[in-house]
């Protein structure tokens, strides 16, 4: 009893290459293809994946923009207080030129 033998015949010489295009009845009746629910399936994988696929991609661009956006966050907060402490100094440095100003005058007067 060997599966090759041709009392058994194989799986594969049973398949009638235009069954998947025939109807189920002998009338007609019936889906037209009988793979359509399969047709139908795979095509709903390919649709998921798809979709999946295109999820995963926009997620991880979110969160490299989202990264940027803390990093440029970070950068603003720095040149902000750098900012601020540059105006510190600023007036600072304006205060004191403000106090020397009368009395630079006041030499001023006294060559004159």
Do not use: H, W
């Amino acid at each position: 009893m060997d599966l090759f033998d041709p009392v058994y015949p194989s799986f594969f010489s049973r398949i009638d290459s235009t069954a998947y295009c025939r109807p189920y009845g002998a009338a007609g009746t019936g889906p037209i293809f009988r793979n359509l629910p399969l047709f139908g399936f795979l095509a709903g994988l390919v649709l998921f994946f798809f979709f999946f696929y295109v999820y995963q991609a926009q997620s991880a661009e979110l969160n490299l923009v989202r990264d940027q956006a803390e990093f440029e966050k970070a950068q603003y907060s720095k040149i902000k207080a750098d900012n601020i402490d540059c105006s510190t100094e600023l007036r600072k440095a304006n205060d004191q030129l403000q106090a020397y100003v009368p009395e630079t005058e006041r030499l001023r007067k006294e060559k004159m």
